[in-house]
């Protein structure tokens, strides 16, 4: 400062002087005046540059992270499969006998029940043949009766010897083939009335129809299955079946859980089943396993299960997909945490653990599956453990953290229940 004192002490005389003042007079002085201020101006500046600036450094403050200890959960472990429903009863309408089709007595698609009539053909060839069979039936009735009525005119004579025993025996011949000729005209009578009733067809279950594949006034052929008419298909609604197919490695799982006495999901008879439409949250349907194939299909690898659903409602159609789980583990407790907790990088799953000084860790964890939105955790935490819930981006393995709290929200779910929140 002194310095800068002597600098304008310098200064301020020659501005001051006479001479300034007889060249200009009082512009003359004005000017000295305004370059006597300039120069102050100047030579303070130059002073507050000399002076040491105090520069401060403030360290950043701990980012703000959201942690959660673990939820401590009893779960079962579901096995998911996918699956395709099918009627539990199929039926292809075709005709037993050969006819003109007179009538259609359906809607196209509508529910039948057991014993609706379907289709009527022309009843009248086979009225006529039942006529010629009792007439036929009558003809050898009559032929008994005149040979029982000669057997019975020949017996005294026979006794008498009139007659000789020839004579008698062909008496009784001729009767036994009368009888047996009744026998048969009977046969052809039932024959002719059994044609007579396929005429009409009838439904031989309950369930939905499809549409007519054949209309009135064609010919209906019958005979082997390959030569007959098709004339609709016919499958059962409640209950239905649905077919899915249960992996090597998890049919093993489940046989090994039977040894153990413990639950043996898709290994045993009756086990629970749980069904879920493509649209549906969650498995809304129960059903049970009622059928497992003798043995694995060599070219897959599975095994061919089936279970049987209630249908009351008609939801379920055959051909339809859904999807289907069955229990793969006993009740066990566990750990669970929400999913974006979850880092991870080329090899590893890992979640940041915070220590009592607010350090960040890092654990790598081994992952279970989904319950009630959060994610199961097998190995590498511990139930005491604040987890990083929220804000992973920015913490870092070695940084320290500001915690704020947070309780992780548990769903109540079958076959899941809270031990502690």
Request: with cysteine.
């Amino acid at each position: 400062m002194a310095k800068c004192l002597a600098c304008v002490s310098c200064v301020y005389p020659l501005a001051a002087t006479g001479e300034g003042m007889r060249e200009g007079g009082f512009s003359g002085l004005r000017a000295g005046c305004v370059w006597l201020a300039a120069s102050m101006a100047l030579l303070l500046a130059g002073c507050d540059q000399g002076q040491p600036q105090a520069s401060s450094t403030a360290a950043p403050p701990a980012p703000v992270v959201s942690v959660s200890k673990p939820a401590q959960r009893s779960i079962v472990e579901w096995d998911e499969y996918t699956g395709r429903f099918d009627a539990v009863q199929t039926v292809e309408m075709r005709a037993r006998i050969s006819g003109y089709l007179n009538e259609v007595r359906f809607k196209d698609g509508q529910l039948v029940k057991q014993g609706d009539l379907l289709f009527a053909i022309d009843p009248r060839p086979f009225e006529r043949a039942l006529e010629q069979a009792k007439a036929e039936l009558f003809a050898a009735t009559t032929k008994v009766e005149n040979a029982n009525l000669d057997v019975a005119r020949g017996q005294p004579l026979i006794e008498r010897k009139i007659i000789s025993d020839k004579t008698f025996d062909d008496r009784m011949s001729l009767l036994r083939d009368a009888q047996a000729v009744v026998k048969v005209s009977e046969a052809k009578v039932k024959s002719a009335e059994l044609d007579l009733s396929f005429a009409t067809i009838t439904s031989p279950i309950a369930g939905r129809i499809s549409r007519t594949l054949a209309t009135a006034g064609n010919w209906i052929s019958a005979g082997s299955v390959s030569g007959a008419t098709l004339l609709t298909t016919i499958v059962s609604q409640d209950p239905i079946y649905i077919y899915f197919d249960v992996s090597e490695n998890n049919y093993i799982k489940y046989k090994r859980l039977a040894e153990r006495g413990e639950s043996a999901g898709a290994a045993d008879i009756g086990a629970p089943v749980e069904v879920a439409l493509p649209d549906e949250a969650g498995y809304p349907h129960k059903g049970k396993l009622d059928f497992l194939d003798n043995r694995l299909d060599q070219g897959t690898g599975t095994l061919r299960a089936r279970a049987v659903i209630p249908n009351k409602a008609g939801l379920f159609s055959p051909g339809l997909f859904a999807r289907v789980r069955v229990t793969g583990t006993q009740s066990y407790a566990t750990l669970l945490v929400p999913d974006e907790a979850i880092g991870t990088d080329q090899t590893n799953k890992y979640v940041y653990i915070v220590g009592a000084d607010g350090t960040v860790a890092r654990r790598n964890v081994t992952l279970g599956p989904l319950v009630s939105g959060l994610r199961v955790v097998r190995e590498g935490i511990a139930g005491g453990d604040w987890v990083i819930t929220r804000g992973l981006q920015r913490a870092r393995p070695g940084i320290k953290v500001t915690m704020k709290e947070v309780a992780i929200s548990l769903s109540e779910t079958p076959g899941a229940k809270s031990q502690q929140e």
